[in-house]
């Protein structure tokens, strides 16, 4: 059985509010779960102490019993201190797509053209 440190969903349309919770990766989202380990508010302030709430002991005994948090509580983990996060890197990211590359040649074409007959006159 593969267990997940996940959230799930509650709250209203628009005013979503998680609980953050141990489940059997098979089971759907907001669906069974082994145990509550804490909430996410994401309507509270950043700077809001009550914005996270995690139950540090339970969840350090589910991640020795094999628990894998998934990114978003990755970085849950991460701020409290009880998980590294390792960092990211991926530089094609920023690389534009093939479309704006060409869109970009053909402007600085057109834009070189007229600056190069200009200096000629």
């Known amino acids: 059985m593969s267990l997940k440190i996940r959230l ?5 349309k628009k005013r979503p509010y998680y609980r953050i919770v141990v489940a059997d990766s098979r089971s759907p989202r907001d669906g069974r779960f082994i145990e509550k380990v ?12 009550g914005r ?20 978003r509580v990755l970085r849950f983990l991460d701020a ?5 996060r390792p960092a ?3 530089p094609e990211k920023a690389v534009p ?5 060409e ?4 402007k600085a074409a057109a834009a070189a053209a007229p600056a190069g007959e200009g200096e000629a006159a």
């Open 88 to 90: 990211r890197n991926n």
């Open 52 to 71: 996270v709430v995690l139950e540090t002991e339970k969840i350090q005994a589910w991640l020795a019993k094999g628990a894998q948090p998934t990114d």
């Open 103 to 106: 869109r970009a040649d053909a």
């Open 38 to 49: 804490g909430t996410y508010d994401p309507m509270k302030p950043k700077d809001d102490a």
């Open 8 to 12: 799930t969903r509650g709250g209203a």
């Open 97 to 101: 797509g093939k479309k704006s590359q």
């Open 80 to 84: 409290a201190g009880l998980m590294k």
